[in-house]
């Protein structure tokens, strides 16, 4: 399972107390605005579908004259159930051959005999902090490890999950949970190790095994199972979470069966034949995609489990392109499986399928080596079938020295070696990224992109790598864009340009969401780094990209818009959204709304407050997450439902009294309301705890602020950036501590140090001019608004607006 990320700050304030009178306090809790946020979009679970029914002539009542006319109860069509997969095997037995001992009929069993693969023969795996034995009572598979407290004791191992080249066991743990151990199988290798290697983790790590971020009914089962529902009970704190069949069933792709059993005894030429959204060889590319992407993406539920009939984003919010989870150029960096990058290729944006390549009941590749390439890639330059656009195939023999330039046979002269570099997730599973790369070793190194040439030929100076790559490939490897005024850049390169602030950075950006055949998820994620490069080119990017036909490029552009268009603007430019098709998209919309002063949302009519109740919903939906508890605080603080905001904090701290967000939300709700000992007791209990916590810390410095504290708050600001010098706001608001403390020098000196780690810091730059402007050193900040003016020319600070 990927790391957690839930203690990062996301998307909206904590309430700050009420702004005291010394004006350092103020100033200080003013620019705080915005560190504290909580995790997640809006998010709710459940729609009702319904269409309108007809009365026929023939059952229509006869009217009365002196009566009014009854209206007749027509019953609704009952929705398709899940059934017995037995009853496919007699119809489908060539794909059900496909599946059975496949990855995805593995996913996850029962931990029994003919499943568990690793060794139970009371072996012990001495790790890093912890030692776990595994052993077996009777026909039952156990495992000695320390629990949430550190105390070793027995845990039972419930289930299997995966099958190769690892598999992990699910433990059952109080309040139904199923917890992913630590420690996995090697298949390969025939040998226990650990999944976090390096880290150190123990029992009061958040990714413990014990801990909510390993917490199996949330964060795994629905994509190993088939119809999984988590059925949380946020009164008892337990789950009793239920699925139609274990492991990837037909009807995890297919969807219901019922009526499809139906349609078998007395077929017609229905194209559906019985199932809500059929999966078939004419089947459209992005459909399929998002069939497939309910598992192979990262993504966060909306919900407790999905409807086959609905968009994928109906029930999911995918991540975008973002530095943590993926390389500049689109390559995969962090667990992030396949519908990212794929998503970015080529080959999607001309109709390929995942089921182009890959066998849909095996999961494995159609045809071994190159040949599945070749399919396409071939001497005749067409391609497999009808449906993908050949424009642009050559007709070339790409499984030859010519082109690839390596000895047959070798790993070299694999296509996916060079187009699909991978690397290794969870120690030893190799995954293949899939956005079909082109090498080119000089420019990678010149962005700080992975390439597969650098990859491989690490033993060889990288820039004989480029000059070799040039000399084979010449001009196809360095194309120039066709001439023209104003000619967009690389996608690799505009972003780098944005996320480094480098000279060009908006024109960049503007180019790039210019063009028309932009990759979707490439355009939202370049849509979110607009707010960084305002004006009013950036804010008319933002309101065009509302009417994008792809609702993950409505979503981001409705966040770029928050950001960059004037309050008093977004009713009328966001109230159409939340009428959008796609949840996803509505939800997102009204949570952007919320945030509007109340006189600005006070007349946003009937969608607005079905919206606010679906976000509601979303969140109640989620209550097992301290996120979505936190979600659901900050939305009865924007409501002024008061009596309704610690209740739900403390629910988030039940959840995972390690999610410190909720921890620091509560401390400034307590403190804003005059408990104030029982605030300081909760912040000193959860330093004490976790001491390194720069997000602690810098609650303690904002409090002493407020106490009129000014050396003990500037410590304890200082300690905060000081531990987490990754958040570029830590570091701000210490800088600006120090200049209102007299200490302007060293505030200058912490604003130019975090510039040069993040030199597209707007607010920094803003700060640090105004600061050398009082100083009188007039020079520096010509050279600073020179920088400012090259990555943005526009930007509204250099007009003095």
């Known amino acids: 399972?990927?790391?957690?990320?839930?203690?990062?700050?996301?998307?909206?304030?904590?309430?700050?107390?009420?702004?005291?009178?010394?004006?350092?306090?103020?100033?200080?809790?003013?620019?705080?605005?915005?560190?504290?946020?909580?995790?997640?979009?809006?998010?709710?679970?459940?729609?009702?579908?319904?269409?309108?029914?007809?009365?026929?002539?023939?059952?229509?009542?006869?009217?009365?004259?002196?009566?009014?006319?009854?209206?007749?109860?027509?019953?609704?069509?009952?929705?398709?159930?899940?059934?017995?997969?037995?009853?496919?095997?007699?119809?489908?037995?060539?794909?059900?051959?496909?599946?059975?001992?496949?990855?995805?009929?593995?996913?996850?069993?029962?931990?029994?005999?003919?499943?568990?693969?690793?060794?139970?023969?009371?072996?012990?795996?001495?790790?890093?902090?912890?030692?776990?034995?595994?052993?077996?009572?009777?026909?039952?598979?156990?495992?000695?490890?320390?629990?949430?407290?550190?105390?070793?004791?027995?845990?039972?191992?419930?289930?299997?999950?995966?099958?190769?080249?690892?598999?992990?066991?699910?433990?059952?743990?109080?309040?139904?949970r199923l917890q992913a151990l630590g420690v996995a199988w090697d298949t390969q290798k025939h040998r226990w190790f650990q999944l976090n290697p390096g880290e150190r983790i123990d029992f009061k790590d958040e990714l413990h095994w014990t801990r909510p971020a390993q917490n199996a009914n949330f964060m795994c089962i629905e994509c190993h199972t088939t119809d999984f529902k988590r059925n949380f009970d946020a009164q008892k704190d337990s789950f009793a979470s239920h699925w139609q069949s274990l492991g990837v069933g037909c009807q995890a792709c297919h969807g219901p069966a019922s009526k499809h059993l139906e349609w078998a005894t007395k077929p017609d030429k229905s194209a559906s034949k019985g199932f809500d959204k059929p999966l078939t060889a004419s089947t459209a590319a992005s459909d399929l995609v998002e069939t497939c992407a309910r598992c192979h993406a990262r993504r966060a539920p909306l919900g407790d489990g999905f409807q086959h009939n609905r968009r994928f984003m109906d029930d999911y919010l995918p991540s975008l392109l973002t530095r943590e989870l993926y390389q500049i150029d689109g390559k995969i960096k962090d667990e992030v499986f396949e519908w990212g990058s794929f998503t970015q290729s080529k080959m999607f944006a001309k109709g390929v399928k995942c089921t182009d390549c890959h066998n849909p009941h095996s999961g494995e590749v159609k045809i071994a080596g190159n040949g599945v390439c070749l399919q396409c890639h071939n001497v005749a330059g067409k391609p497999v079938r009808e449906g993908i656009d050949g424009a642009g195939l050559q007709a070339k023999n790409y499984d030859s020295p010519e082109h690839h330039h390596h000895k047959p046979g070798t790993p070299g002269a694999q296509c996916t070696s060079c187009h699909m570099p991978g690397k290794y997730y969870m120690v030893n599973h190799y995954r293949h990224d899939h956005s079909f790369s082109i090498p080119n070793p000089e420019h990678a190194q010149k962005i700080g992109a992975p390439d597969a040439c650098l990859g491989c030929h690490r033993d060889s100076?990288?820039?004989?790598?480029?000059?070799?790559?040039?000399?084979?490939?010449?001009?196809?490897?360095?194309?120039?864009?066709?001439?023209?005024?104003?000619?967009?850049?690389?996608?690799?390169?505009?972003?780098?340009?944005?996320?480094?602030?480098?000279?060009?950075?908006?024109?960049?950006?503007?180019?790039?969401?210019?063009?028309?055949?932009?990759p979707a998820?490439?355009?939202?994620?370049?849509?979110?780094?607009?707010?960084?490069?305002?004006?009013?080119?950036?804010?008319?990017?933002?309101?065009?990209?509302?009417?994008?036909?792809?609702?993950?490029?409505?979503?981001?552009a409705i966040e770029a818009l928050a950001a960059l268009s004037p309050p008093q603007n977004l009713p009328i430019m966001l109230t159409p959204l939340l009428d959008d098709p796609v949840r996803a998209v509505r939800l997102t919309a009204v949570w952007q709304l919320l945030q509007l002063p109340p006189?600005?949302?006070?007349?946003?009519?009937?969608?607005?407050?079905?919206?606010?109740?679906?976000?509601?919903?979303?969140?109640?939906?989620?209550?097992?997450?301290?996120?979505?508890?936190?979600?659901?605080?900050?939305?009865?603080?924007?409501?002024?439902?008061?009596?309704?905001?610690?209740?739900?904090?403390?629910?988030?701290?039940?959840?995972?009294?390690?999610?410190?967000?909720?921890?620091?939300?509560?401390?400034?709700?307590?403190?804003?309301?005059?408990?104030?000992?029982?605030?300081?007791?909760?912040?000193?209990?959860?330093?004490?705890?976790?001491?390194?916590?720069?997000?602690?810390?810098?609650?303690?410095?904002?409090?002493?602020?407020?106490?009129?504290?000014?050396?003990?708050?500037?410590?304890?600001?200082?300690?905060?950036?000081?531990?987490?010098?990754?958040?570029?706001?830590?570091?701000?608001?210490?800088?600006?501590?120090?200049?209102?403390?007299?200490?302007?020098?060293?505030?200058?000196?912490?604003?130019?140090?975090?510039?040069?780690?993040?030199?597209?810091?707007?607010?920094?730059?803003?700060?640090?001019?105004?600061?050398?402007?009082?100083?009188?050193?007039?020079?520096?900040?010509?050279?600073?608004?020179?920088?400012?003016?090259?990555?943005?020319?526009?930007?509204?600070?250099?007009?003095?607006?």
């Open 599 to 801: 006189e600005l949302r006070a007349n946003l009519g009937a969608a607005f407050d079905k919206g606010v109740k679906e976000y509601e919903e979303a969140q109640l939906s989620l209550a097992e997450r301290a996120e979505s508890n936190l979600n659901r605080a900050m939305l009865y603080q924007l409501l002024g439902r008061d009596t309704d905001v610690e209740p739900a904090l403390r629910a988030a701290i039940k959840r995972d009294p390690n999610f410190l967000p909720a921890t620091v939300s509560l401390y400034q709700w307590l403190d804003a309301a005059q408990r104030k000992d029982e605030a300081r007791q909760l912040l000193d209990a959860a330093l004490k705890q976790h001491p390194r916590s720069g997000l602690l810390h810098h609650a303690l410095g904002l409090s002493l602020v407020r106490q009129g504290q000014r050396d003990a708050a500037l410590k304890e600001l200082r300690e905060a950036a000081r531990l987490s010098p990754d958040d570029a706001q830590f570091g701000y608001i210490l800088a600006i501590g120090l200049h209102d403390s007299g200490q302007a020098d060293a505030a200058c000196h912490e604003l130019e140090q975090l510039l040069q780690r993040n030199p597209q810091n707007r607010s920094a730059r803003l700060a640090l001019i105004g600061y050398l402007r009082e100083m009188g050193q007039l020079e520096k900040v010509q050279m600073q608004l020179a920088e400012l003016e090259q990555q943005n020319p526009d930007d509204p600070a250099l007009k003095g607006e």
């Open 461 to 518: 100076a990288s820039a004989k790598i480029a000059q070799q790559f040039e000399l084979w490939y010449g001009s196809a490897a360095t194309k120039k864009p066709a001439p023209s005024s104003n000619p967009a850049p690389r996608y690799d390169d505009g972003l780098w340009r944005a996320r480094e602030g480098q000279p060009g950075a908006a024109r960049g950006l503007h180019l790039l969401l210019a063009t028309p055949d932009l």
């Open 1 to 176: 399972m990927p790391k957690s990320d839930k203690n990062k700050a996301s998307r909206s304030t904590a309430k700050p107390s009420p702004a005291p009178s010394n004006p350092l306090a103020r100033r200080l809790i003013a620019a705080a605005i915005g560190v504290l946020l909580i995790a997640s979009a809006g998010l709710w679970w459940k729609m009702e579908h319904s269409e309108p029914q007809r009365l026929s002539p023939a059952t229509a009542p006869a009217v009365k004259p002196a009566a009014p006319t009854p209206v007749p109860t027509v019953a609704a069509t009952p929705p398709a159930s899940f059934v017995d997969e037995q009853q496919c095997q007699g119809c489908h037995q060539a794909q059900v051959k496909d599946w059975q001992g496949s990855h995805h009929q593995k996913a996850m069993q029962t931990a029994s005999e003919s499943n568990v693969l690793g060794d139970f023969a009371d072996v012990k795996f001495k790790g890093e902090t912890e030692t776990t034995r595994f052993f077996r009572k009777g026909e039952e598979y156990w495992v000695n490890t320390p629990g949430n407290d550190g105390k070793p004791a027995d845990f039972k191992v419930a289930y299997t999950f995966g099958v190769a080249p690892l598999q992990q066991y699910l433990l059952e743990y109080p309040g139904g």
């Open 521 to 556: 998820i490439r355009r939202a994620t370049l849509l979110a780094e607009l707010p960084a490069y305002p004006s009013a080119r950036s804010a008319a990017l933002a309101s065009q990209a509302l009417g994008n036909a792809d609702p993950l490029v409505r979503n981001a």
